[in-house]
């Protein structure tokens, strides 16, 4: 609110007040008090308890639709710089309590939050303490929460919110979508979507750098490659030759995406160079010889085409 709004506030409240005879300071504390608990009984007040204890006390939910063991200090660099600006955690993390186990709480929401004070605590910070605030939730109710707050973060990925909701929909709602995205408040096309990633081949999702770099779009384009012919073993084949070569999501992609279309017919005054990484295709017409290759294809793999072409050259 600005300075002028709060000047008209504060005229009107004074304007209300002029011709009353001001309390005695401790009946109004008295009657404050009695009003708040009177709002409380009535259900028009809810009072939320916050503690702040040790992170080691606390678990993650097992339906956390965060992969906590993929946080580093790296991807939480910007909320660890926040909490060492701000000297305290500003927002609670929602838990619930436990009861017959070694921890005392499980993390429902906050998952970052817990890493983040962890690592400050293990890095010359353990004035450091976990700001939480417990709830009393049924398991559907938590992944709802969970659901609302990571909804729109971009530091949880597609893909596990992916899994997230797969497992969800068979757990709370009996396989039913159209009652989840009823639940949910989004659209059935939109969940759809994100179930449908979840059913990607794992061995299309080892191909990317990391889970967290497969997304919902990257699932519809390969769909549609694979649905021809026998497009779908060969894109699975190109999986499996890039997986672990520290191809980025977008070089992932080309290769996929062009393994899946159907090989053009070699033409007589074709040559192919085959390479682990990508082929090289040597046209020849007349005095002319033109390469041709996938923009993303390393320099390895053009140079060893090269060489090869050379070589058979010489011996022409």
């Not at 939320?48 to 204890?53: D, Q």
């Not at 398991?139 to 497992?167: G, K, M, V």
Request: charged fraction near 30%.
């Amino acid at each position: 609110m600005s300075k002028k709004h709060d000047a008209i506030f504060d005229d009107i409240l004074n304007d209300l007040g002029a011709d009353e005879t001001p309390e005695p300071r401790g009946s109004a504390r008295f009657l404050k008090r009695s009003n708040a608990m009177a709002d409380q009984v009535g259900g028009q007040r809810q009072e939320k308890v916050l503690r702040l204890v040790d992170p080691a006390t606390c678990v993650m939910w097992k339906g956390h639709n965060r992969a906590y063991d993929l946080l580093t200090a790296e991807n939480c660099a910007d909320l660890i710089e926040g909490l060492r600006a701000q000297g305290q955690q500003e927002f609670p993390a929602i838990v619930r309590k436990l009861n017959g186990t070694d921890a005392e709480y499980e993390v429902i929401c906050g998952a970052r939050r817990h890493f983040a004070v962890s690592w400050l605590r293990a890095n010359n910070y353990p004035q450091f303490r976990y700001l939480i605030e417990e709830r009393d939730l049924t398991d559907e109710e938590a992944f709802r929460l969970a659901d609302i707050e990571n909804r729109d973060r971009e530091d949880i990925s597609d893909y596990e919110r992916a899994q997230d909701y797969a497992r969800a929909v068979e757990t709370y709602y009996g396989g039913q979508q159209k009652v989840m995205a009823d639940r949910l408040q989004v659209s059935p096309a939109f969940l759809s979507r994100f179930l449908q990633l979840a059913k990607l081949d794992p061995r299309i999702v080892a191909a990317f750098p990391s889970i967290r770099e497969v997304r919902e779009l990257h699932a519809r384009q390969l769909r549609a490659v694979m649905v021809k012919d026998d497009a779908a073993e060969r894109v699975l084949d190109e999986a499996d030759r890039i997986a672990g070569q520290g191809l980025t999501a977008a070089e992932v992609m080309t290769r996929l995406k062009a393994a899946g279309k159907a090989p053009r017919k070699r033409r007589a005054n074709d040559n192919v160079y085959t390479h682990p990484l990508g082929n090289v295709a040597v046209h020849r017409q007349g005095t002319t010889t033109a390469l041709k290759f996938s923009s993303t294809l390393p320099d390895a793999a053009i140079r060893a085409a090269v060489e090869s072409y050379l070589k058979d050259r010489a011996k022409g």
